[in-house]
């Protein structure tokens, strides 16, 4: 049993800096995508880019609260298309130039886990609970990554950036797992790295709210929001 998770039904992950390495997965294609954008509009547009996103590519980091850390990829690419129209002498110029460099990065080569998920996830339903995923990414490279890692037979729901319900913080996308698995918010557990995370789990009503400092947000961000903060996921079965 793991005592952080007392009185608790359901435990509900967010994805990318919780479950996987944010910054291995998004740093790498923020960096590949400039290059990829400096090339089809022949402009050195991708510092334009980097800064509008959020990612630095001095460290390879992506910041707080910036569209890369929180927003779903039909809007991260909206952001770059706005820049790239800046750049180009007219509208059909910029979206041939977003068009030819766009790409999603492969959600199981770039994917590193933080944990030894399998058990991670097989010692949380031992003790009678239920799993799911809430993540602001898309739903298939988010099923393509459960899979990989062998946990999709374990998650009972997934909500995703591009289910149409509302994503992070709006408390949507968690009431909704919660509706569908028939638990109420009281009896789950929202764990996630960002203030967006535990602030969806505060207003969903959630019975738990855990915050990891794995992935995009620090103690300044996540202390304020969360019942109990952790390193990483890592640490839960301790906790």
Do not use: Y
Request: net charge negative.
């Amino acid at each position: 049993m793991i005592g952080a998770l007392d009185g608790i039904d359901l435990v509900v992950f967010d994805k990318d800096g919780t479950l996987v390495d944010f910054h291995a997965m998004w740093g790498g294609w923020a960096a590949d995508l400039g290059r990829r954008l400096d090339g089809a509009t022949r402009r050195p547009i991708s510092g334009d880019v980097f800064a509008a996103i959020g990612f630095d590519p001095s460290s390879g980091r992506v910041r707080p609260g910036t569209p890369l850390a929180i927003a779903t990829m039909a809007e991260i690419r909206e952001v770059i298309a706005a820049v790239v129209r800046r750049w180009c002498p007219n509208v059909a110029a910029a979206r041939r130039a977003v068009d030819g460099a766009w790409f999603i990065p492969d959600p199981v080569a770039t994917a590193r886990p933080l944990a030894d998920l399998r058990v991670l996830f097989e010692t949380v339903l031992d003790g009678g609970r239920q799993i799911a995923v809430a993540t602001t990414d898309d739903r298939a490279p988010t099923e393509a990554t459960l899979r990989a890692f062998g946990i999709r037979e374990h998650v009972s729901a997934i909500a995703c950036g591009d289910d149409g319900i509302g994503v992070k913080p709006d408390p949507r996308m968690l009431l909704a797992i919660c509706e569908a698995l028939r638990t109420p918010p009281g009896r789950t557990a929202m764990i996630g790295d960002t203030a967006a995370d535990l602030t969806m789990g505060r207003d969903a009503g959630a019975g738990r709210v855990i915050g990891v400092l794995s992935g995009i947000d620090g103690v300044d961000r996540l202390a304020p929001l969360a019942d109990l903060l952790l390193p990483s996921i890592a640490d839960l079965a301790q906790a």
